[in-house]
């Protein structure tokens, strides 16, 4: 996360910086669950794979108030340290820890974190900082902007890290990259999503183009479907309020699982640059016709069977008369030559019966023969739990 970047004064296609010292590393959001669950584990397996640049210094900086002690447990509560040598290595990782509680629309707030910064800094010429947005979207513009205004550093490497939802539709999406343009450029814009980074979603393109034999069935005249499925066995459990602005699709289904669709589907990219996958990536989605509702179901969880887990409006920061879906099923197509005709089933929801995220490849049934009545099979690929 931390060991590359584009310097602002070198051109796009001049190749990426390594970050090697003199590098801050500032969560915003670091009270959410976003910091808590992903952001900061993540950091930790950098810092024990010692991919972190040399003497890294990591500040959080939240609304919520909370001494250094209670920032700690935090930072901790999602960390699984199974063995001594892991310990160590988080009370290691802790030492590299800081807070700094303050506004997301204040200046003031920001010139503290500034005065922080300056600190860990320790009056050094040149300095890298990295900003990772863990937040709502709704604070995004502000929160870059302060930021731009108050904690840019004079000399050395910036860069705005993003998290997914980027907006909540095209136009959103696209004032959210007008608002961010005049302060950050596009070299210093990294845009993340978090699903891209686990391990089974990363060799999709090793298990597709690393392996010849798949080239040749890989194609609609041998697979007869895909489905991929996302499936978590818990509700909104008290962040309601974020999810019903967004929904199931916007939450999961645009990003997470089409990001995992064009992986399956896409070309073979001339290199393994992000510009080039990119690419291939948009030449699939745009080969991709509106999704027609008649295929399209959507549903919302209600109280369990026994009563015990509670439906999506008793939770307290849902609506009473929200609409918005916890669960959706969808079936989308792609007009080209390699997948003309073949169903992509993409489901997603919460509460369900239990945790799983796989993508299961059906190749057509034997048509005649002394065969023709077995079972087709399947390529299926596991992304979580017990990745396979």
Known sequence: MADTVIHPDVEANAGTIELKDNTVIVVLGASGDLAKKKTFPALFGLHRNNFLPKN?????????????????????????????????????????????????????????????????ENGRKETNRVFYMALPPSVFITVSQH??????????????????????????????????????????????????????????????????????????????????????PFGTEGRGGYFDEFGIIRDVMQN?????????????????????????????LRGMPSIEPKNVIIGQYEKSLDGSKPGYKEDDTVPKD????????????????????????LKAGKALNEQKTEVRIQFKDVTSGIFKDIPRNELVIRVQPNES
């Not at 596009?186 to 034999?213: A, C, P, S, T, W």
């Open 256 to 284: 997470h699982l089409l990001q995992v669709l064009t992986l399956l589907t896409m070309e073979r990219p001339i290199s393994f640059s992000a510009e080039d996958i990119r690419d291939e990536k948009v030449r699939v």
């Open 147 to 232: 930021i731009k205004r108050n904690c840019y550093p004079k000399s050395g490497i910036a860069r705005i890290i993003v998290e997914k939802p980027f907006g909540k539709d095209l136009p959103s999406s696209r004032e959210l990259q007008r608002a961010l343009a005049p302060d950050w450029s596009e070299e210093e814009i990294f845009r993340i999503d978090h699903y891209l980074g686990k391990e089974m979603v990363k060799n999709i393109l090793i298990l597709r183009f690393g392996n010849e034999f798949f080239g040749a069935t890989w194609n609609r005249n041998h697979i007869d479907n895909v489905q991929i499925t996302f499936k978590e």
């Open 56 to 120: 890294a210094k990591i500040i959080g900086y939240a609304r919520t108030k909370m001494d250094h002690t209670e920032y700690l447990k935090r930072v901790k509560s999602h960390i699984k340290t199974p063995t001594k040598e892991m310990e160590e290595q988080l009370e290691d990782f802790c030492k590299m820890c800081s807070y700094i509680p303050g506004q997301y629309d204040k200046d003031e707030s920001f010139q503290e974190l500034e005065k922080h910064l300056a600190e860990l």
């Open 322 to 345: 929200s609409r918005c879906p916890t669960f959706t099923s969808m079936v989308a197509y792609i007009k080209n030559e390699r997948w003309d005709g073949v169903p992509f089933i």
